[in-house]
């Protein structure tokens, strides 16, 4: 065990605390360590919605190169913010245990809900989700990391701003003035993280086997199958939700236009034994009903506003 896993991680507050928490078990477990923080193209340009810059994966992509050119063994992600088809040679080393996975709206008092407001969000998904619950509302859009994020809220005008529940948790950020959004489907694989190596390395391959939770890998992967099925990526409102209950899996998912007017969506629960593809005949049968024609107008939207 003498080598030293390097570990690849965005800079931000958040991604630190990921990256340490991985660090953290693996030294647990004897392991030697080493953080190597590295900025991403996605928290530099922050003027620009993330769709607009035609690529998934905005926040992984620098440090798929750097794993790739060796300056990194492992890399920890938000796993909702990994495209759902890794580069050649890079694969999914472990899915740790699963946060929280909903969304809550920090706001300034909940008055303005059924009159008129002003919600913040970077989110596609988030954005259509309220204004098909919400049509009279105005959303802005909101970029940067979390802590970025909470100051601009802070210093704006508006009413409120959407976040993941986990995120806020995880660096002790949540505020007092918050609502729970249960009604608001999370986007796949909300509230994990994933650990990436290089498909060669048998050693941190194996490290990181000891940190995987098969639940959480179980349920992530149906809600990354739905969307890649889809073909959501970054592009596209959709949202999906798995959750083991005993014996059985409940998956909730829906695809929704980008002012929130449509929504074509899908509930079902089935044995945890049957769950190979499960993911994908849930996103075939949204495509079947309309989901094809939607996603369509969506990229062609998309592709006009780029």
């Known amino acids: 065990m003498k080598k030293t896993i390097r570990i690849g991680t965005r800079d931000s507050e958040l991604a630190m605390w990921q990256a340490n928490t991985v660090k953290q078990a693996l030294e647990k477990l004897g392991y030697q360590t080493e953080l190597v923080p590295v900025k991403s193209q996605g928290d530099l340009v922050l003027d620009k919605p993330l769709y607009e810059f035609g690529i998934t994966g905005i926040f992984t992509k620098t440090l798929d190169v750097a794993m790739l050119t060796n300056t990194i063994d492992i890399a920890v992600h938000s796993m909702k913010d990994v495209p759902t088809a890794l580069p050649k040679g890079i694969v999914e080393a472990a899915v740790l245990k699963r946060a929280h996975t909903q969304d809550i709206l920090v706001h300034k008092g909940t008055d303005f809900l059924n009159t008129e407001g002003i919600i913040a969000t970077g989110s596609l998904r988030r954005k259509a989700q309220w ?176």
């Not at 509230?191 to 639940?215: I, P, T, W």
Request: net charge negative.
């Open 131 to 306: 204004l098909h619950k919400y049509p009279n509302h105005e959303v802005v859009d909101l970029r940067g990391n979390v802590n970025t994020r909470m100051q601009k809220l802070e210093d704006n005008e508006w009413n409120g701003a959407i976040f993941a529940a986990a995120g806020l948790e995880r660096i002790n950020l949540k505020p007092e003035s918050y609502s729970d959004l249960k009604w608001m489907i999370p986007a796949p694989a909300q509230g994990a993280m994933l650990v990436v190596a290089k498909e060669e390395d048998e050693f941190c391959r194996k490290a990181l086997s000891a940190l995987n939770h098969e639940e959480s890998e179980i349920c992530v992967h149906i809600e990354r199958e739905f969307l890649r099925t889809l073909e959501g990526g970054c592009t596209a409102p959709i949202g999906a939700l798995a959750v083991i209950e005993g014996d059985n899996i409940h998956f909730k998912g829906a695809l929704f236009s980008l002012d929130g007017s449509k929504k074509i969506g899908t509930e079902k629960t089935i044995p945890v034994t049957e769950n190979e593809g499960f993911g994908k005949a849930c996103a075939e049968e949204v495509l079947a009903a309309g989901g094809a024609e939607l996603m369509k107008e969506i990229k062609k939207l998309i592709n006009t506003k780029g």
